[in-house]
């Protein structure tokens, strides 16, 4: 149990004080101690890709960020479907990683 305690400490960041009062807690059965990573799925609209290659640099800038599990770009449909932990990057950061490759990127509602 100390280990996973540990473990989650450090994944979410939790400062010492929190974290022995999470233990302390636990160990009186008061919390239940799940901590799952939430994926979101996000997918943006992508203006100028022409050819696979484009595909192939939007798709590496995505999962260059941490905390992206999947990227699926569309050439055909100018779409990239993004599922990640929205607690390790923002959809904003996610849009500027495709417009440093030289693409225009919005989120689409």
């Known amino acids: 149990m100390e280990e996973y ?4 400490r450090r994944t979410m960041d939790l ?3 929190a974290y022995r009062a999470l233990l302390v807690q636990s160990a009186r059965g008061l919390i239940p101690l799940v901590y799952e990573d939430i994926k979101m799925t996000t997918e943006f609209e992508v203006k100028g890709m022409s050819c696979e290659n484009c595909v192939g640099h939007v798709t590496k800038a995505l999962l260059g960020n941490p ?3 999947s990227a699926l770009v569309s050439l055909e449909k100018g779409r990239a479907t993004v599922e990640y932990d929205e607690t390790s990057v923002t959809i904003q950061q ?3 990683a495709i417009q440093e490759e030289g693409f225009d990127a919005r ?3």
Request: glycine fraction near 6%; hydrophobic fraction near 30%; charged fraction near 10%.
């Open 94 to 96: 996610l849009a500027q």
């Open 107 to 109: 989120p689409v509602s």
């Open 5 to 8: 305690l540990q473990s989650s």
């Open 15 to 17: 400062p010492e004080r």
């Open 67 to 69: 905390g992206v599990s």
